[in-house]
């Protein structure tokens, strides 16, 4: 019998593009999605209302305790990850998340059949820690070279095989049973290591320790993560949705092809252009 998929997106903090990302991304790539169960994780449940997804509630308790009381609100995207496989129907045993910002360019299946027990997905490989000529990963071995710490599976220090996997998609086969323990590593290097990337860091810590293969998915996907592109597509986003409503899923879906989000070349020039006079003064 065919695995059975959950395709999981994780949207709050009030701003629309968030919101609109996640609802975006569904119609989008509905063809595919409509095969498999939907879950989106959120704190404006309202938004996704008839929508064909499963809504699981972030409540103000929820993301205060696992943004560790506000230091690293990257803490709710484990832990709604959780949430979310832990309340999968039964027959579900792959989960794949993807942040609000991307989208599929081939078809998930692509992915989803390497998301094995023994295998986990990341959207891509940034590089060993140890010799990283990114200032980001760096922070890492500064904050943790020739050091051990405690955790929940015992004593944690890098290794020469320690690697940054960026997280922009997850997939997880629900028999691995990292994410409680990719959390508490979370928990434990946030005080340690000045980084905004420690949720990605510690999922790929996890799967290397539990001795997962770790494989990347970058050639299947695109986003609109970067400023310019984020600044052209959410007012687009945001006319859509303002032009027919929050939550009218089946017209949004025969209109959806209306959303384009790439930027024209004369918008990319003109973001550029103002950057560089912006740079001048």
Same mark, same amino acid.
């Given at each position: #019998?065919?695995?059975?998929?959950? +395709?999981? =997106?994780?949207c709050?903090?009030?701003?629309?593009?968030?919101?609109?990302?996640a609802?975006?991304?569904?119609?989008?790539?509905?063809? /595919?999605?409509? +095969? +498999?169960?939907?879950?989106v994780?959120?704190? %404006?449940?309202h938004l996704?209302?008839?929508?064909?997804?499963k809504?699981i509630? @972030?409540?103000?308790?929820?993301?205060?305790?696992w943004?560790?009381? *506000?230091q690293?609100?990257? *803490?709710?995207?484990?832990?709604?990850?959780l949430?979310?496989?832990?309340?999968?129907? !039964?027959?579900?045993?792959?989960?794949?998340? &993807?942040?609000?910002? #991307?989208? /599929?360019?081939?078809?998930?299946?692509?992915?989803? /059949?390497?998301? %094995?027990? !023994?295998?986990i997905?990341f959207y891509?490989?940034?590089?060993?820690?140890?010799?990283s000529?990114?200032?980001?990963?760096? &922070?890492?071995?500064?904050? @943790?070279?020739?050091?051990?710490?405690?955790?929940?599976? *015992?004593?944690?220090? @890098?290794?020469?095989?320690?690697?940054?996997?960026?997280?922009?998609?997850?997939?997880?086969?629900h028999e691995?049973? @990292? =994410?409680?323990?990719a959390?508490?590593l979370?928990?434990?290097?946030?005080?340690?290591?000045?980084? +905004?990337t420690?949720?990605?860091? !510690?999922?790929?810590?996890?799967?290397r320790?539990?001795g997962?293969?770790?494989?990347e998915?970058?050639?299947y996907?695109?986003?609109?993560?970067?400023?310019?592109r984020?600044n052209?597509?959410?007012p687009? &986003?945001?006319?859509?949705?303002?032009?027919?409503?929050?939550?009218?899923?089946?017209?949004?879906?025969?209109?959806v092809?209306?959303?384009?989000i790439n930027?024209?070349?004369?918008?990319?020039?003109? %973001?550029?252009?103002?950057?560089?006079?912006?740079?001048r003064?």
């Amino acid at each position: #019998m065919q695995d059975r998929i959950q +395709h999981v =997106l994780i949207c709050y903090g009030g701003k629309s593009g968030y919101y609109h990302g996640a609802k975006y991304q569904i119609l989008r790539n509905f063809q /595919w999605y409509k +095969h +498999h169960d939907i879950c989106v994780v959120t704190d %404006q449940p309202h938004l996704f209302e008839n929508y064909p997804v499963k809504v699981i509630p @972030l409540t103000y308790e929820d993301m205060r305790r696992w943004s560790l009381e *506000g230091q690293n609100h990257f *803490g709710i995207k484990i832990n709604g990850l959780l949430e979310a496989t832990q309340s999968a129907d !039964s027959g579900v045993c792959k989960s794949i998340l &993807l942040d609000t910002d #991307m989208f /599929w360019t081939a078809n998930p299946e692509n992915v989803a /059949w390497r998301v %094995q027990k !023994s295998s986990i997905i990341f959207y891509e490989d940034e590089g060993q820690i140890f010799g990283s000529r990114n200032k980001s990963i760096q &922070l890492y071995e500064n904050a @943790l070279r020739d050091k051990e710490v405690d955790y929940a599976l *015992g004593k944690y220090s @890098l290794t020469s095989e320690s690697r940054m996997w960026r997280s922009s998609l997850i997939g997880i086969h629900h028999e691995q049973q @990292l =994410l409680k323990d990719a959390f508490d590593l979370f928990q434990t290097l946030s005080p340690l290591v000045p980084a +905004h990337t420690i949720e990605q860091f !510690s999922l790929g810590e996890i799967a290397r320790i539990k001795g997962l293969q770790i494989r990347e998915a970058k050639k299947y996907l695109n986003d609109w993560s970067s400023i310019g592109r984020k600044n052209y597509a959410t007012p687009v &986003l945001n006319e859509f949705f303002s032009t027919y409503g929050e939550t009218d899923f089946s017209k949004h879906l025969s209109k959806v092809e209306e959303i384009k989000i790439n930027r024209p070349a004369r918008i990319f020039l003109q %973001q550029k252009l103002s950057r560089i006079l912006s740079n001048r003064n």
